[in-house]
């Protein structure tokens, strides 16, 4: 007999520690990368909000992040997401998730019950769609981040600056969700095309954004930089940035 037979819960499994450990120390890193380039930029990390994508991890990894300090949570599927949300509510813990991998209408009903931000609206019909669903569970709006193209291949995900098609013309995306009840007009997510230098990507992004916010003020976050470009998103004005890797370790690969 070596612990107590009755008293309160013990706090963590035996290997959960060394798990807490090993991201707290990543935590650590991508805090002081953070920094770095912030000041290298010019910029008041104060501005930054991290959000910890944990795609193909457990909901454990999620309470550690949230034990640590990272109530944002980021997943692209909703098949994994939804019953991580439903785990992480369930021990009691409150974070904010935010929905950033393609989206398919079929799908709406289920994100927009759990999610707080959706990064990944490229479409007046998913818009429209996705407003719909919100309403299903109340009147609280839903944030929405119009998910930018930067290359202009569409097939990739996001809207296009003066597309041929209307349903994934930048414009009308930003119209639809700027004129949707239940969506709230927050700003822009993109991701570095494959073949294109980052610095390259986030600085044709941020003459975007700047155009977006002059019609849309209220469209000020910046959803750009992940593990192995933050650095130059900071530089172009990022003010969120979606890290995976870094923070739990190299993921197996998913397809
Ligand atoms: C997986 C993913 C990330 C995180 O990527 P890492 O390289 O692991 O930091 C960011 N954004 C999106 C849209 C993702 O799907």
Redesign the pocket.
């Known amino acids: 007999m070596t612990g107590p037979v009755s008293g309160p819960p013990v706090a963590s499994r035996a290997g959960d520690d060394a798990r807490r450990a090993e991201i707290a120390a990543n935590l650590a890193k991508l805090r002081g990368r953070v920094a770095d380039a912030c000041a290298a930029a010019g910029r008041d990390p104060g501005e930054i909000t991290l959000i910890g994508?944990t795609?193909t991890y457990p909901s454990d990894d999620v309470l550690h992040l949230a034990a640590l300090g990272v109530t944002d949570i980021?997943e692209?599927r909703d098949q994994e997401a939804a019953p991580k949300a439903a785990a992480v509510a369930a021990a009691g813990v409150a974070v904010r998730w935010h929905f950033?991998?393609q989206l398919q209408r079929n799908k709406c009903r289920s994100v927009a019950r759990y999610a707080d931000v959706v990064h990944s609206v490229d479409g007046v019909r998913l818009a429209r769609t996705l407003d719909t669903a919100r309403a299903a569970g109340g009147d609280t709006p839903l944030d929405a981040l119009v998910q930018v193209s930067i290359d202009g291949d569409a097939a990739r995900g996001g809207a296009v600056d003066r597309s041929e098609d209307a349903d994934r013309d930048l414009a009308a995306v930003l119209d639809a969700v700027a004129g949707a009840r239940l969506l709230r007009l927050r700003g822009l997510m993109a991701?570095a095309p494959l073949g294109w230098a980052a610095d390259r990507a986030f600085a044709r992004l941020a003459e975007v954004a700047a155009a977006v916010r002059e019609n849309y003020p209220s469209a000020d976050i910046l959803s750009a930089g992940?593990?192995?470009d933050l650095e130059q998103a900071i530089v172009h004005g990022a003010t969120h940035l979606?890290?995976?890797?870094?923070l739990l370790g190299l993921?197996a690969p998913l397809r």
């Open positions: 994508v795609k980021g692209n950033i991998g991701v992940m593990s192995g979606r890290v995976g890797s870094a993921r």
